[in-house]
């Protein structure tokens, strides 16, 4: 049979979903599907998680370019279609390109709906539909004091969450008596009013915006009341309308939408459509679990099994908007005499639960608080059930198995519906756990795409795990920096920068129990600092002891100070000074180290000071988790078997480089020959020097692990040498776990990873790297000259009580 050409012309959600179902069903396809954007295919329900800090854009593809690649999908980003002419079967770009089809699939979305507001052209005025949106007001919320989001429905709370999480006040203004009027009766709207209002944002209902101020700039808005508002960034989230342009070209039946039939097919039956670009019986959808339910039916008509239809699906709103649980579905309003109401609230616990019935059946529900019975309930709509008695267990759990417990889960049919925004069944997950061997949620979300939505379903999926494969199943474990702040570095990364917070005490206050502990706040302080380059406000209550006095203490209470030697080379005025100090502060033990350094050991905290002023070098950071040194052999300079440079190239190296914290203490070694006489195999990173060139390795160590570095790069000037040290050091800082030494980072993260993301990324990716290395660089400080100026009158002193007070204490005790 002859290949058909598909053309798919939208890469989101309903798109590609339909796009997945018609390759599971393996046909004589060559399919390419042309973008607007310039993303892989990526959960749009997500973006308000990327806009809040909490996930970046990385985290919320669904569809990698692999994807696209395995099965032989041609991608065209930023290739806006602008044209259909359905009687040569040809679309045409805004690049000027055309694309002959057999089949085409439109799945254009729709467009954010922009109300009659005078000035919405102005600099400051964002929809919030796409990742380019969400980029936008990103970049506007670090220079933005205010900001205004009109629309009060699923969309605007959204955007106001995400925005408030970046630490700029926000007000929403909506045009109705109440928020998500749409999903809400007046009860839940005022109550989920009353609870947002408890986190900071402001609501503004019955307000028509009639005018955005301001002359190139937003400066506040007006309403028709004639009240106006201060404000320099306006978000507009007013709903969306169907993109119905191409079908209008193509000659298509359109009202609201594409009007398609139960098969969804359209007036041409070359052209199909899917999607929130769609109209069928009447009604469009902008909600993702009925765009995937389309797309089913859809991948079916179009590969010729015309069993399938598409009857509607029952609407259902369910979100987690700051912490409140939320969840609309079917006919809530109970209009009309023969529907009844089950309701509860408790203003107190923030709960408020809504059961509409109709002839014993549920018809319609509003949780706000507690959404735990979201999906039984809407299964019970959907399978349209009797209920005769057990009301009250509905709307309290008492007379069936606690919601969510394995029990309850495996009580229900193989056709409920599990996962709502994908629409995976039970008897879907049943069959990844069985034939595919399926132990973990990870497992059965890669399987079957379940909770891959808005993820609130992954504790049902767990609970058929449970109950499936009882000890067999594997719980995932989640690596979070700490109990104190329950969330992993990754995320913590993402949420300190795009959030801005600039202090230990900021992070803990948000995401953590406001107190911390001995082992995360000094995580959390070396994650700040990395992340912001330095530029962050320091606090040393959040550091160990040697941190707070640069130096290391000793079982004695007294401290080690190790001037810094770059590459181990010193010279006679500093030899003369390190004697000149042993000698005036009596020091107990001078030393010389493995690394190349001399050691003043049995300091005391009072001399700390005084001894940094009268060396007049810089600190070692022997104490810290920071770039140690770098060892060097003498190498060409005066070795009769050196081939490289080795002392200049170690003190360049360590110049470049000292003075930054990292993950865990970094100890670098440098060599002229493959010799080793500075053992640069055995340290996190070394150079080593042969004829021609240099061997980059990584991930050595000689302590109580022992283990040969690994070879990341080989080339040939000292130049490209560094810069592939470089690029290490700082992948290592932004991707290690906190007290994670290289040797470890390069085991856990693969070494074709490693050469992938830094010595073989792209020149864009590289320069990242170095750009933000520099930044750093820029921000760093000798610790040692606090000598001076010290951060607190008692930094270099010890606490010891007054002879009063120790002899109260004693007589008391």
């Not at 709509?381 to 889960?409: H, N, Q, T």
């Amino acid at each position: 049979m002859e290949q058909k050409h598909l053309i798919v012309v939208g890469n989101g959600m309903a798109g590609i979903a339909c796009v997945d179902q018609i390759l599971k069903r393996k046909p004589n396809f060559r399919i390419t599907v042309l973008s607007e954007e310039s993303y892989y295919n990526y959960n749009r329900i997500l973006l308000s998680s990327v806009l809040a800090g909490e996930k970046n854009l990385n985290e919320i593809y669904i569809n990698s370019k692999e994807w696209y690649e395995q099965n032989e999908i041609m991608l065209c980003l930023e290739a806006k279609v602008i044209d259909v002419d359905p009687k040569n079967k040809v679309i045409h770009t805004a690049d000027g390109r055309t694309f002959s089809y057999d089949l085409l699939l439109l799945a254009t979305g729709s467009n954010p709906f922009i109300p009659p507001i005078e000035g919405v052209n102005k600099k400051g005025v964002f929809t919030f539909r796409n990742m380019a949106d969400t980029e936008n007001i990103l970049a506007a919320c670090k220079t933005s004091k205010h900001a205004l989001v009109i629309g009060g429905g699923l969309l605007g709370l959204e955007a106001a969450r995400g925005i408030s999480n970046q630490k700029v006040p926000v007000t929403v203004v909506h045009l109705l008596d109440r928020l998500m009027d749409v999903q809400l009766d007046e009860v839940g709207g005022n109550f989920l009013k009353r609870e947002i209002e408890k986190l900071g944002i402001s609501i503004l209902l019955n307000k028509n915006t009639t005018q955005i101020l301001g002359e190139e700039n937003v400066q506040g808005v007006l309403f028709k009341d004639g009240s106006q508002v201060e404000t320099d960034m306006v978000v507009i989230a007013c709903g969306i309308r169907p993109n119905v342009e191409l079908g209008k070209k193509a000659g298509l039946e359109v009202n609201r939408g594409i009007v398609v039939n139960d098969m969804m097919e359209t007036n041409d039956p070359s052209i199909f459509a899917v999607g929130e670009c769609v109209e069928h019986r009447g009604k469009v959808y902008g909600l993702v679990a009925p765009l995937y339910d389309q797309g089913k039916v859809l991948a079916a008509t179009m590969t010729g099994d015309k069993g399938m239809v598409y009857e509607g699906s029952v609407l259902a709103t369910k979100l987690k908007i700051m912490g409140i649980e939320l969840f609309s579905a079917g006919d809530f309003k109970a209009d009309g005499p023969d529907k009844e109401i089950a309701a509860y609230q408790d203003q107190g616990l923030g709960i408020y639960k809504k059961i509409v019935f109709q002839h014993d059946r549920v018809i319609g529900t509003i949780l706000i608080g507690d959404a735990s019975d979201a999906n039984k309930l809407l299964e019970l709509m959907r399978k349209k059930e009797l209920i005769s008695k057990g009301r009250k267990g509905l709307l309290f759990g008492e007379s069936v198995a606690a919601s969510g417990s394995p029990s309850d889960v495996m009580s229900r049919a193989d056709t409920d519906t599990i996962c709502g925004c994908i629409g995976v069944s039970k008897g879907q997950i049943l069959s990844a756990i069985k034939d595919q061997d399926c132990k973990t949620v990870s497992q059965v979300k890669a399987c079957t795409k379940a909770s891959s939505g808005c993820g609130t379903c992954a504790g049902l999926v767990q609970d058929i795990l449970v109950a499936a494969l009882g000890s067999e199943f594997q719980e995932e474990k989640k690596e979070t920096l700490c109990a104190c702040v329950p969330f992993p570095k990754e995320q913590l990364r993402t949420m300190i920068e795009t959030q801005k917070l600039k202090s230990v005490q900021d992070v803990l206050d948000i995401y953590g129990n406001a107190i911390g502990c001995s082992f995360c706040k000094p995580a959390l302080s070396f994650i700040v600092d990395e992340v912001h380059c330095g530029d962050h406000k320091e606090d040393r209550s959040a550091r160990f002891i040697n941190d707070r006095v640069h130096a290391n203490i000793q079982r004695d209470g007294t401290f080690s100070v190790i001037p810094r030697m770059h590459g181990g080379v010193t010279s006679p005025e500093q030899l003369r000074k390190i004697a000149d100090v042993a000698e005036k502060y009596k020091v107990p033990m001078v030393k010389v180290t493995g690394s190349q350094r001399i050691d003043l050991l049995g300091i005391k905290k009072e001399d700390l000071p005084k001894v940094w002023a009268d060396l007049g070098m810089k600190s070692g950071h022997a104490y810290a988790k920071a770039v140690r040194m770098v060892k060097s052999c003498v190498g060409t300079d005066f070795c009769r078997y050196g081939t490289q440079n080795s002392i200049e190239t170690g003190i360049k190296l360590e110049t470049l480089l000292e003075g930054l914290y990292t993950p865990a203490k970094v100890k670098m070694g440098v060599v002229g020959c493959p010799r080793n006489c500075a053992e640069a195999t055995v340290k996190d990173i070394g150079l080593v020097g042969m004829e021609g060139g240099w061997q980059v390795v990584i991930g050595g160590a000689a302590g109580k692990i022992v283990r040969a570095a690994d070879i990341l790069v080989t080339v040939k000037t000292t130049e490209e040498a560094l810069e592939a040290a470089l690029l290490f050091f700082q992948y290592y800082r932004e991707n290690g776990e906190y007290i994670e030494r290289t040797y470890d980072f390069v085991v856990r993260v693969g070494l074709e990873k490693i050469r992938r993301e830094t010595v073989l990324a792209s020149e864009e990716t590289k320069k990242g790297l170095l750009d933000r290395l520099a930044r750093a660089r820029a921000k760093v400080v000798n610790p040692w000259g606090e000598a001076s100026k010290p951060v607190h009158p008692m930094q270099f002193k010890d606490f010891v009580l007054p002879k009063e007070a120790e002899a109260l204490i004693g007589s008391v005790s």
